[in-house]
């Protein structure tokens, strides 16, 4: 059996040789030629799963240790009996921790007071949700799907989000067909119907929000604060709306160490389960538990999402010198970045630079 693997994926190497032939791959390199002789993938997002990769290939398996599956063609998959599995909910403590320790940051006003808007109540959606109540936020949930499954629960529009909330935070998955698309979902309409300015953040996909319509509203003053860690085109990103927003960042509010762990962690389950396989280990330890409530000591001593923003601005922005493991050292100035712009495909290179160097964080333990 021969198995290749996304070489920037944690917590692997070593565990699957004693089974298979094991290669490990970079993105790019995993392409129709390498994976022929495949039996299984376990890639990220960074590969697009289809006929076009796998036709002609021995591989029926696909593994992606990620939350996100709109990089995989389903329909192709499954009429070519392709069975494909993710990681839900393995980076949602990541994700929240992140989106809680931007809203703490650009808060103006006192908790008890602010609403905020939860755009999509799945995993990471749910977590937000907890957290925000123990803090004292007053919520709104918005996700029409889980409205019909659980009426006796209150739900609202976008439309009543629009006239009411003080803060916006898209969880949804990117869908591009049926009632309930969610490609555009913050489009430009949806920006100019805001009562309030609120703050946005998106940590869901990039084309969930308009990016050229998010720049233009954040230019007109529409919004209290912005945060972005996906992009519309990544890693092909608009950087006047990187500039524009108050924290950006490269995709990487999932990146902890634990989150990190569960994927894998799912992923080797799955191929054991498939396989059949003896049970396989990804880590000596577990992940962390993850904690009911939160307190804003621990959300804002765990993370400070404005240090990787300075960090990601100073890497595409400017012209800092390259380290030996492939990382940006960020010491060039950023204004060098206004008399000598990059080129959008040393932005893309170097987006994808962040995220497969980014130092994976401790999430927020429910013992500290």
């Known amino acids: ?103 703490l940051r650009l808060l103006k006003s006192d908790m008890k007071d602010t609403t905020v808007a939860i755009v999509g109540v799945g995993n990471v959606g749910r977590l937000v949700e907890r957290w925000c109540r123990s803090l004292g936020f007053k919520v709104m949930l918005v996700d029409p799907m889980r409205a019909i ?19 916006i935070t898209f969880h949804v998955p990117l869908t591009r067909d049926g009632e309930h698309a969610t490609l555009g979902l913050g489009s430009q309409s949806f920006f100019e119907s805001l009562v309030k300015r609120p703050i946005v953040i998106n940590t869901s996909r990039g084309a969930v929000v308009d990016n ?56 080797l389950d799955a191929l054991s389960r498939h396989f059949e396989l003896p049970a396989l280990k990804a880590d000596s330890r577990d992940a962390v538990a993850i904690p009911a409530e939160v307190t804003v000591p621990q959300i804002l001593e765990s993370y400070n999402p404005f240090d990787d923003s300075h960090y990601m601005r100073s890497v595409l922005l400017s012209q800092p010198s390259t380290n030996n493991d492939g990382s940006f050292d ?39």
């Open 212 to 267: 050229a319509a998010w720049l233009q509203a954040i230019r007109e003053g529409r919004l209290g604060a912005s945060v972005a860690d996906v992009w519309e085109g990544e890693p092909h990103i608009n950087l006047e709306l990187m500039k524009a927003v108050d924290i950006a960042t490269p995709h990487i509010a999932g990146y902890s160490r634990d989150g990190k762990i569960r994927a894998t962690q799912m992923v």
């Open 1 to 103: 059996m021969k198995i290749i693997i996304d070489k920037y994926i944690p917590y692997i190497q070593g565990v699957l040789e004693p089974y298979a032939e094991v290669k490990y791959l970079s993105p790019d390199d995993i392409t129709p030629e390498t994976v022929r002789d495949a039996d299984a993938l376990v890639v990220r997002t960074r590969t697009r799963i289809d006929g076009n990769l796998l036709s002609g290939s021995k591989c029926r398996f696909i593994a992606t240790a990620t939350i996100g599956r709109d990089h995989i063609d389903e329909c192709w998959c499954e009429n070519n009996d392709v069975t494909a599995v993710s990681a839900p909910g393995c980076n949602a403590p990541a994700v929240a921790q992140y989106v809680m320790a931007s809203l």
């Open 330 to 368: 960020g010491r060039a100035s950023v204004n060098d970045a206004y008399a000598r712009q990059l080129s959008d495909i040393e932005v893309a290179k170097r987006f994808e630079a962040l995220r497969d160097n980014y130092p994976l964080r401790n999430e927020i333990s429910s013992t500290s």
């Open 149 to 167: 499954r659980e009426p006796e629960k209150t739900w609202f529009t976008l439309e009543e989000v629009a006239a009411t909330a003080d803060v």
